[in-house]
């Protein structure tokens, strides 16, 4: 294609720069990497070794800042033949219309997530279901797109899952993040925090918040935020809809396949989807039925570099990883010869 932009989220900023420039520069573009202004450094370091190893100069390219300075610029180059974006939909969307105001270059976009994890009452293993779902809310204080932030449980085990839940979500509170042994760290800023807190205040007007919900210092200091357990959340509510990307669960009971199918897909979003179920027929059946680019069957955010990733609707289109992402790096070209 030519040059390739990348711009790449503060949650997992060295992940998600070689996800793009790796697969851009093995496709014979060059990269022009924006990192998020708040983890700047890991992409530069990125750099530095990029010429250590003898990439040639300018095939490589950091250009820091902030997203309405730096980003803007990218996508709205004429030099820039394609621009590939990873965070929030709504900065998903100005690339886009950044792109209609230039030259139409190509934009792919891998964006906002509100992933359902659907606990059935015919699970071989419920502390292992409860242990994963866990993990994948309280991973990197929820800060992950493909975050699990909707539980959805048969009604019949609702009350016997939530408290495996409560239980998880006591043994996964914030500390110092140097400590080896942490299993969350702080928020990624004062900004972030702040808005987390927001989403947890208006979820106390309507829902039984059963376990954290409280902004607590480690040290004396920090950003932290208590993993947080909401139970029986409207499923239209703001919490239930709106990704919050910090360590906030809602729980939604269920009484049938149907039930739990319309709520899971009932959403903007559609990057990843769990599922838990003793019947390979279920889950065979239902992993068709979920709108989600990714769906992991009795484990949550199942992921390899021989895959791709990507998700639907206002989650973005273009996959990350495997050869697939290859795709968005190259141009189809025909050519008729007469000899």
């Keep these: 294609l030519g040059v390739v932009g990348a711009v790449v989220p503060w949650n997992f900023p060295l992940d998600m720069a070689t996800w793009k420039a790796a697969a851009a520069l093995a496709a014979g573009n060059s990269v022009v990497l924006k990192p998020a202004e708040q983890s700047p450094l890991s ?169 954290g919900g409280e902004a607590v210092q480690v040290n004396g200091k920090g950003y932290f935020v208590q993993p947080t357990i909401f139970n029986d959340v409207p499923p239209d509510s703001l919490i239930a809809k709106e990704e919050i990307f910090g360590p906030v669960l809602s729980v939604i009971p269920f009484d049938s396949e149907d039930e739990a199918m319309a709520m899971a897909n009932d959403s903007i979003y559609g990057l990843a989807a769990s599922l838990w179920t003793g019947s390979l027929s279920r889950a065979h059946r239902l992993s068709k039925r979920l709108h989600a680019g990714t769906v992991s069957v009795n484990t949550v955010d199942a992921l390899s570099p021989m895959t791709p990733f990507g998700g639907f609707k206002q989650s973005g289109y273009g996959r990350d990883l495997s050869l697939h992402a290859l795709d968005k790096y190259t141009a189809l070209k025909t050519t008729w010869i007469k000899y």
Excluded at 66 to 79: F, P
Excluded at 140 to 161: D, K, Y
Excluded at 167 to 186: C, E, F, T, V
């Design 43 to 211: 992409a530069l370091r990125l750099a530095e070794l990029a010429m250590e190893a003898g990439l040639p100069e300018g095939v490589f390219n950091v250009v820091t800042g902030y997203g309405e300075t730096a980003g803007k610029a990218l996508g709205m180059h004429n030099d820039v033949d394609c621009l590939a974006f990873t965070g929030s939909t709504p900065v998903g969307k100005m690339f886009q219309q950044y792109a209609g105001q230039s030259n139409m270059k190509q934009v792919w976009l891998e964006t906002g997530g509100k992933s359902p994890n659907l606990i059935f009452a015919d699970t071989d293993d419920l502390d292992a279901a409860a242990a994963m779902a866990a993990f994948g809310i309280f991973f990197n204080q929820g800060e992950v797109c493909s975050a699990n932030s909707r539980l959805l449980v048969e009604r019949s085990i609702h009350q016997e899952f939530l408290d495996r839940m409560i239980s998880q979500a006591n043994a996964h509170q914030p500390d110092d993040p140097l400590n080896p042994a942490a299993k969350m760290g702080a928020i990624v800023s004062k900004e972030q925090h702040q808005r987390i807190m927001a989403m947890i205040e208006d979820g106390k007007t309507y829902a039984d918040c059963v376990v």
